[in-house]
C-alpha cells in the first residue's frame, strides 16, 4: 500500500521556522519526484517546491531564499525546511509523490503562523 504521511507542522509566530517531514512508504522512493504543495483557505492549491531524485529542486517564487527542500533516498523522506516564516505561509502543507505513472498524496498538515 503506497502511503505518504507528513509531521512537523504546527502554530509558530511570524519570524519562526519549521521543520515539516514526509515518510514515504510502499513505492521505489527513487523514482518519484517528490514535492510539497500547500493550500490556504480560499484559495488554490499552489506548488510550493520539488525535488527529483537527483536532488534538482524548484521553487515558488514566494517561497526562495526562505524554504528548503532536501530528500533522504535512503530513509524515503522528503523534508522541508522552513524559515522567516510569514502569516501568509499558513496553510494545509501537503506531500506528493510523482513519475510517469503515478501520483501519490498525503493527508496534509496545518502550518499555522500567528502572534
Known amino acids: 500500500q503506497v502511503q505518504l504521511v507528513e509531521s ?9 521556522s519549521l521543520r ?4 514515504a512508504s510502499g513505492l521505489i522512493f527513487s523514482q518519484y519526484v517528490m514535492a510539497w504543495y ?9 506548488l510550493v517546491a520539488s ?5 534538482a529542486t524548484n521553487y515558488a517564487d514566494s517561497v526562495k531564499g526562505r524554504f528548503t527542500i532536501s530528500r533522504d533516498n535512503a530513509e524515503n523522506t522528503v523534508y522541508l525546511q522552513m524559515n ?3 502569516p501568509g505561509d499558513t496553510a494545509v502543507y501537503t506531500c506528493n509523490a510523482r ?8 493527508q496534509g498538515t496545518q502550518v499555522t503562523v500567528s502572534s
Open 99 to 106: 513519475n510517469w505513472q503515478d501520483d501519490v498524496w498525503g
Open 84 to 86: 522567516s516564516l510569514k
Open 38 to 46: 500547500r493550500q490556504a483557505p480560499g484559495k488554490q492549491r499552489e
Open 8 to 16: 512537523g507542522g504546527g502554530l509558530v509566530q511570524p519570524g519562526g
Open 51 to 55: 525535488i527529483t531524485s537527483g536532488g
Open 20 to 23: 515539516l517531514s514526509c515518510a
